[in-house]
């Protein structure tokens, strides 16, 4: 089973750019099956209020539970005070089994961290290419998992990359993602030097190919078992603690057609550039 662990879903509100705007995923998913990706997870576009983002992509999960998983967006200053009841949201009513966060938004803080602990989830930070907070990220949160995609950097920046690797390298409960990586000298240095079982496929879905992204793992001709670490086996066993503990609860899961219509959305000031452009400024 081949899972594509980095795709985003549904409307944004913010209208600057496919990041903020949508993220649909008709053409993501006719492509995903060309490639021989069966189940995907799925993440919110950028929005002024993940509430109402991380509702719509659990309408979405809903309607296909055996083909997507759910992490639940949050915002490390909007979501502030409210970060617990969002995720306990998340995890007890839509099934959601990690956390989306976004320097673009803001700096992660201590309470995202310390709410991922609480429900032993696993955390998708994108730093871009501040990679110096996965040292603290790592040794003041030991025992929370961190996905840092892009093997840090979408924007490309070799420094940042070949910094992060040595992260990557040295911590247990670092990790990386394929997604957009470009370098692909790098890409193969963070599994000779951190292994397999630390790096996870990704696409940055829908707007990457899902093929395309599959192809540079492909491409590694790595030993049949590590290939499965990667297309997979590593995502699994980071949302494991998770989905024993969903198993102590009661799950109602509402219908698709049961969840509350979106709130109107507000407006998102100040985004008139890529975010995945940014890195290092």
């Not at 795709?7 to 509100?13: L, N, Q, R």
């Not at 892009?150 to 920046?157: G, K, N, P, V």
């Not at 997979?232 to 998770?242: C, K, M, S, T, Y």
């Amino acid at each position: 089973m081949i899972i594509d662990c980095h795709c985003h879903a549904g409307k944004g509100d913010g209208l600057t750019g496919p990041w903020d705007t949508a993220a649909p995923l008709g053409k993501y998913l006719r492509r995903a099956t060309e490639a021989g990706i069966s189940r995907t997870v799925l993440f919110a576009a950028f929005h002024s209020d993940y509430a109402v983002a991380n509702r719509d992509v659990a309408r979405i999960v809903a309607r296909q539970p055996d083909r997507f998983y759910g992490f639940a967006f949050v915002h490390p200053i909007h979501d502030r005070g409210r970060v617990h009841a969002l995720i306990e949201t998340a995890v007890q009513q839509y099934g959601f089994c990690g956390i989306k966060v976004h320097r673009y938004d803001a700096r992660i803080t201590r309470e995202i961290c310390d709410v991922a602990r609480a429900f032993a989830l696993p955390v998708l930070y994108d730093v871009m290419g501040q990679v110096s907070v996965v040292e603290l990220l790592a040794t003041e949160y030991p025992d929370v998992n961190f996905i840092i995609p892009h093997l840090s950097s979408f924007a490309d920046e070799w420094k940042a990359q070949v910094a992060f690797i040595e992260h990557l390298a040295r911590h247990p409960n670092v990790y990386t993602d394929t997604a957009g990586v470009r370098r692909f000298d790098l890409l193969e240095e963070a599994l000779e030097r951190a292994g397999p079982h630390k790096i996870l496929f990704g696409s940055d879905g829908p707007w990457l190919h899902p093929g395309v992204e599959l192809a540079k793992v492909k491409l590694l001709k790595l030993p049949p078992a590590d290939e499965k670490l990667v297309l997979g086996e590593n995502f699994l066993r980071l949302i494991a603690p998770v989905r024993r503990r969903a198993a102590q609860f009661t799950r109602l899961m509402p219908r698709p057609d049961t969840l509350p219509v979106a709130l109107a959305h507000s407006e998102l000031a100040g985004r008139s550039v890529d975010p995945w452009l940014l890195d290092g400024r």
